[in-house]
């Protein structure tokens, strides 16, 4: 599975941001899918799932209300819709596949909120 982030940038406190990312080489119906992030000099951390079907989403306490991830098998792409979007949250994001034991990462997109 080869997953490609798309959609970072930069943008003022308060805006919004919409991540988007396609998987390739293998449909990921059967994959939760995912992402988290990594600010300079942090470890990764957790930001939002969702299940294979889409009917379980699960999200970091610092985004609940903020970030909606959705998923269309259809296409094979899973996207993180930002909104009110803060300093805290700039962070390079990785979106993520995961099937039992079995882990795929995209390669990272750069988001920056400027204050």
């Known amino acids: 599975v080869q997953l490609q982030a798309s959609g970072g940038g930069l943008v003022q406190a308060g805006g919004s941001l919409r991540l988007s990312c396609a998987a390739s080489?293998?449909?990921?119906?059967?994959?939760?899918m995912g992402w988290f992030r990594q600010a300079p000099g942090k470890e990764r951390e957790f930001v939002a799932a969702?299940?294979?079907?889409?009917?379980?989403?699960n999200y970091a306490d610092s985004v609940k209300g903020r970030f909606t991830i959705s998923r269309d098998n259809a296409k094979n792409t899973v996207s993180l819709q930002m909104n009110n979007l803060k300093p805290e949250d700039t962070a390079v994001y990785y979106c993520?596949?995961?099937?039992?034991?079995?882990?795929?990462w995209g390669q990272g997109t750069q988001v920056t909120v400027s204050s």
């Open positions: 080489g293998h449909t990921v119906s059967r994959y939760a």
């Open positions: 969702i299940s294979s079907t889409g009917g379980s989403t």
């Open positions: 993520y596949a995961k099937q039992e034991s079995a882990r795929y």
